[in-house]
């Protein structure tokens, strides 16, 4: 199926890995121009070549989303870079205890998790809305549907983007564009990875034993692929998904429980 956005330009928030960068992947072949954000400038270049096709325009942008000048420099350039799809993504705060989160954290975390990806993308929609189309898609958590344990302070927060994005597509919608986020079930990733560590020293076993129990535990017995999960992104991208807007898909082999 085509997916009919050659020639857009997507902007990917955290795409130097994991799946940011498969979104971008997936994108570019697609024939969509992309810009990269991250922290290292490094890690960017190997992004880059292994994003760029002979039918795409592949950018960096090293940014610290934590950073408040570095973001604000950011927002300051998107309305003159035609953004036509926006890709927020952030990674989680680390595992715990939710009762042992003190107002700090709560604050730093509710900056970067929340804050920077809605400026980012409504810095978006001035371009947006004078060509009538435009898509917003948040990579978000399965936590917000089904509660992971130790991962608390992820599923409260996460709840706030996906509770704008409903709001927003309804105040977006007869502007031709639309916001969905996606929410990915055990997908394999570092951070996946990092989650099976915590929980293993929980448990007093080993991080391959954690792996092996989440797996029996879907019902396609196994982790997602990265690209997996980004067909989705690329997929609710397209114009062939131009009826769908403020909506949670999940990619998760079934993996989620409630209705």
Same mark, same amino acid.
């Given at each position: ?81 035609? *953004? !036509?799809? /926006?890709?927020?993504?952030?990674? +989680?705060?680390?595992?715990? $205890?939710?009762? =042992?989160?003190?107002? @700090? %954290? ?88 990092? *989650? !099976?560590? /915590?929980?293993?020293?929980?448990? +007093?076993?080993?991080?391959? $034993?954690?792996? =092996?129990?989440?797996? @029996? %535990? ?42």
């Amino acid at each position: 199926m085509d997916l009919d956005i050659s020639g857009r330009r997507a902007l990917i928030m955290g795409s130097s890995q994991g799946l940011g960068l498969a979104s971008a992947q997936a994108l570019a072949c697609e024939g969509v121009d992309v810009i990269l954000t991250g922290r290292s400038t490094a890690r960017l270049e190997q992004a880059r070549q292994s994003v760029q096709t002979t039918r795409t325009q592949v950018d960096i942008h090293t940014v610290d989303f934590s950073d408040p000048t570095q973001v604000e420099t950011l927002l300051g350039l998107i309305p003159t870079l035609g *953004i !036509d799809i /926006v890709i927020t993504n952030c990674g +989680g705060p680390p595992a715990g $205890d939710i009762s =042992a989160v003190d107002a @700090q %954290a709560w604050r730093a975390k509710f900056e970067t998790m929340v804050n920077v990806p809605i400026q980012i993308a409504q810095a978006a929609l001035t371009h947006m809305r004078q060509q009538t189309w435009g898509r917003i898609i948040n990579i978000a958590s399965s936590s917000v549907v089904q509660l992971i344990p130790q991962l608390g302070l992820s599923s409260a927060l996460r709840m706030s983007v996906i509770g704008w994005a409903k709001a927003l597509s309804m105040e977006v919608a007869a502007d031709g564009i639309t916001v969905n986020s996606v929410i990915p079930g055990r997908i394999h990733t570092r951070r996946v990875d990092q *989650i !099976d560590r /915590v929980t293993a020293i929980s448990r +007093g076993c080993t991080p391959q $034993d954690v792996a =092996a129990a989440s797996q @029996q %535990a879907i019902p396609m017995q196994r982790y997602g692929r990265a690209d997996e999960f980004a067909d989705a992104v690329a997929f609710l991208a397209s114009r062939r998904a131009s009826y769908i807007t403020g909506s949670t898909l999940r990619v998760d082999g079934g993996l989620i429980q409630t209705m």
